[in-house]
């Protein structure tokens, strides 16, 4: 029998919280550029490829949360037919799925995240690229983001808006920007959050 304590979980939780924000700049740093590298063979526009790629990023996040929200209310219902402690339910689901990550249909929210895509009005329509050659992305982006919702509090991304004003504490400028251009002309990759506390920087394009 396992013994439970808050210090034991908090260690584990962050323990956690670092592997996956490292996992975070990685996929930024290797499965991104490859994903640009996929694209560019079918688009010649760099902003529309950087476009996509941050869509993918958003709606991977959004399914995969819509999925953890679902299988935590299973788990939980599930766990209070016998649920004794010591930990609170909701801690006892948290620990049960991400002890249990083959739970997760990563395939059904890959997919979802092609459906959605197809249809972003962000994206020009109909697309140049069948947008299964970045599913590698999108799959790491998956299991990543569910993942991140058995921390707490849950790790997340800030959903930018093309026309906003540029906030140097939550994004970074691309190289081709427009240095004196105050406003984010298009994002080219999500900024990571917890509890509405910049933990990883985001990258922008700033233009006049």
């Given amino acids: 029998v396992r013994t439970w304590s808050p210090a ?10 670092a592997c996956f924000i490292a996992h975070f700049g990685s996929i930024y740093a ?7 590298t996929l694209l560019r063979t079918f688009i010649c526009d760099m902003e529309t490829v950087q476009r996509i790629i ?13 999925a953890f929200w679902k299988l935590k209310l299973r788990v939980k219902e599930t766990l209070a037919l ?5 930990e609170p339910l909701e801690v006892a689901a ?7 990550k083959d739970l997760y ?13 197809n249809v972003n009005p962000k994206i020009p329509y109909p697309p140049d690229v069948d947008f299964c050659v970045i599913r590698t992305l999108i799959r790491e982006l998956c299991c990543l983001a569910f993942s991140m919702q058995t921390l707490i ?18 994004y970074y400028r691309s190289c081709d920007s427009d240095f004196t251009s105050p406003f984010v002309a298009y994002h080219v990759w999500p900024a990571l959050m917890e509890n509405g506390t910049v933990i990883v920087k985001g990258e922008v394009v700033t233009k006049r």
């Fill in 8 to 17: 034991r979980a908090g260690r584990v939780n962050a323990s956690h919280r």
């Fill in 30 to 36: 290797q499965e991104r550029l490859h994903a640009e």
């Fill in 54 to 66: 941050y869509v993918a990023a958003v709606e991977s996040f959004r399914a995969a949360k819509m």
């Fill in 82 to 86: 016998d649920h004794v402690g010591p």
């Fill in 94 to 100: 948290l620990d049960y799925i991400a002890r249990h």
């Fill in 105 to 117: 249909d990563v395939c059904q929210s890959v997919q979802n995240v092609i459906c959605s895509m």
């Fill in 153 to 170: 509090p849950p790790l997340d991304i800030a959903h930018g808006v093309d026309g906003e004003l540029f906030n140097r504490t939550m």
